[in-house]
Nanobody
Framework: QVQLVESGGGLVQAGGSLRLSCAASGSAFSTNAMGWYRQAPGKQQRELVA????????NYGDSVKGRFTISRDNVKNTVYLQMKSLKPEDTAVYYC??????????WGQGTEVTVSS
């Protein structure tokens, strides 16, 4: 079973940057689409932040376009989310999703990002 380890969350001032990482176990990482989603305080739904396909194609949520960048390193089995120009409304728990759109997708444990104004 795939294990996911997320890191990189924390407290940052508005306008600052953070980079999240999600490391996956197993040998099938490179063949799977990976994604980042977030759940803001008080919200029930997780919102799409960014997705990267196995081939490297990317897709972003409208609220983060131009500020966030998703990338992957298939040697390290890791997906990254570089976040710049952070806003207080980016405050959320960020979750990594392994195998976006597959029947065996798996969520990470989440990493908390807090942006102060």
């Amino acid at each position: 079973q795939v294990q996911l380890v997320e890191s990189g969350g924390g407290l940052v001032q508005a306008g600052g940057s953070l980079r999240l990482s999600c490391a996956a176990s197993g040998s099938a990482f490179s063949t799977n689409a990976m994604g980042w989603y977030r759940q803001a305080p008080g919200k029930q739904q997780r919102e799409l932040v960014a997705v990267i396909s196995s081939g490297g194609s990317t897709n972003y949520g409208d609220s983060v376009k131009g500020r966030f960048t998703i990338s992957r390193d298939n040697v390290k089995n890791t997906v990254y989310l570089q976040m710049k120009s952070l806003k207080p409304e980016d405050t959320a728990v960020y979750y990594c999703l392994y195998g976006v759109g597959s029947p065996y997708s798996r969520w990470g444990q989440g990493t908390e990002v807090t942006v102060s104004s």
